[in-house]
């Protein structure tokens, strides 16, 4: 058979498309009887890859995409190492502490020396162990005063998923607060018909995932703080500062959202989007020790004494909590400020650009809240919908995401850029020139009316 007398008259040959694994389909839904080279299945895996899309081109994530080979020398060296095996890796553990209190004295903890937080696998898992420490609390506290402790419940605006997995998984009830009119998140005033004394917490998002702006953790804290005045009820505060626990306070370190505010007493972050880690680490952090209720926290051996440990997981790479130590050794406060401004910067001459060539409103324009723009595409029949857009700018492999608002505005589609490290002005101005010769295409080919209320699925 061919494929034998290729390696009979060729023995010596080791090219990989010349073996007779190359001229195979490899198994999908079985685990193959034989071992096989590693040369070669390696580079048969790389190709598939190649199938994904170009994670520095894809402007849909918040996450980590350009990292210095410096994090990939600290990750490969890491790569064995279980960091909850704390007996075993007590510097990795001493690290991780590190973070933990360098994030709360970032975020103004009155203890961050000695306050409690851990890393997480990212700000899902962070979430988790924020609401659990939440509806910890409040039970203990209705069960003190012989209070119903069955149906708890934690207001929000519109949240990630993580908080919907929350709810479910925890049986808490999850009231989200609807966006009316022009609103891009949480408006306060409605807080008091949403709250009661089943609240285990309320939520604000610093960087709504669908829009990027702030919700207005300062004026959600007074609105409490009245609402405690006239009715004795007093709710804490969970942040969820997924992306912007990283850019707030570098860019806009006057807007207070963080410990400076009493009632905010846990905040969790993703070390691995504006934190600038690789993929696979979050944070969480309380304001001091005693707002994480001691029943929720596993002591473990380490070095002869004990280290508290709360967590859902329990093995996970060190590499990423190694790395996020690096870049806050390496970039500094300074540094990470001029990263996150360059990005602001940069989301923001994008909005412009994006605003100047006609069919766009723009819905959040870069300044106050994360590094990103949103713009929705003005009425009228423009001949393509922003999902046709999408569609037309991948053929360059720019990933962009349109999708629909959350309820009560989910008749709104909008496109969203969001702007990294990594992403630099030259790189937005190809883009901008991508989405132009897009705009232009459509003109002379349109391909649908531009009402756009569902993923358009033709690829013509
Ligand atoms: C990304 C994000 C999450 C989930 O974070 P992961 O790190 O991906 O688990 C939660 N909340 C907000 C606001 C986010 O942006």
């Not at 096989?36 to 190649?50: F, V």
């Not at 925890?170 to 008091?192: A, C, S, T, W």
């Not at 190694?322 to 500094?332: D, H, K, S």
Request: overall charge negative; glycine content about 8%.
């Amino acid at each position: 058979m061919t494929l034998h007398k290729k390696r009979t008259t060729d023995i010596l040959s080791d090219d990989i498309f010349d073996s007779p694994l190359s001229e195979t389909s490899l198994p999908k839904f079985e685990l193959p009887q034989h071992s096989q080279g590693a040369r070669e299945i390696s580079q048969m895996i790389k190709d598939e890859l190649l199938l994904d899309g170009n994670a520095r081109q894809n402007l849909a994530t918040f996450c980590s995409t350009w990292l210095e080979p410096e994090v990939h020398d600290l990750m490969n060296i890491s790569v064995d190492k279980n960091m909850i095996d704390k007996d075993e890796y007590p510097q990795t553990a001493e690290i991780e502490s590190r973070c933990v209190h360098i994030l709360a004295k970032l975020w103004h903890s009155p203890s961050s020396e000695v306050t409690i937080g851990c890393s997480t696998t990212g700000s899902s898992e962070a979430a988790m162990l924020g609401g659990l420490a939440m509806k910890w609390r409040w039970r203990k506290h209705r069960e003190a005063e012989g209070k119903d402790t069955s149906k708890p419940n934690m207001v929000c605006g519109p949240v990630q998923i993580c908080w919907h997995k929350f709810a479910r998984y925890f049986d808490v009830e999850l009231r989200q607060i609807p966006l009316d009119g022009e609103e891009v998140g949480m408006n306060p005033d409605k807080l008091k018909d949403y709250v009661d004394e089943n609240t285990i917490c309320v939520v604000p998002t610093l960087g709504v995932t669908y829009t990027c702006a702030y919700e207005p953790v300062e004026a959600v804290a007074n609105a409490l703080d009245t609402l405690q005045l006239h009715t004795g009820l007093d709710i804490p505060i969970h942040v969820d500062a997924a992306s912007g626990g990283f850019i707030a306070p570098f860019v806009q370190p006057e807007l207070r959202w963080d410990f400076r505010i009493p009632r905010v007493k846990s905040i969790n972050t993703s070390g691995h989007k504006y934190g600038l880690a690789p993929l696979g680490v979050g944070w969480i952090v309380w304001r001091e020790v005693d707002d994480l209720p001691q029943e929720l926290v596993f002591d473990v051996d380490y070095l002869g004494g004990n280290m508290p440990t709360f967590a859902l997981n329990f093995s996970r790479p060190g590499g990423q909590i190694i790395a996020q130590y690096y870049n806050f050794m390496r970039l500094g406060f300074d540094g990470y400020r001029g990263i996150q401004q360059a990005c602001m910067d940069t989301a923001q001459w994008i909005s412009k650009q994006v605003e100047a060539m006609g069919p766009f409103d723009i819905l959040y324009d870069g300044s106050d809240g994360l590094p990103g723009v949103s713009y929705t595409l003005k009425p009228g029949d423009w001949g393509f919908s922003l999902y046709d857009l999408s569609d037309r700018i991948r053929m360059r492999g720019w990933q962009i995401a349109s999708y629909p608002l959350p309820a009560h505005r989910d008749g709104t589609v909008i496109q969203r850029i969001m702007i990294r490290h990594g992403v630099s002005r030259d790189m937005a101005g190809l883009l901008i020139a991508d989405l132009q010769r897009a705009l232009d295409h459509f003109k002379t080919h349109p391909v649908s009316d531009s009402s756009g209320g569902h993923p358009s699925f033709s690829h013509n």
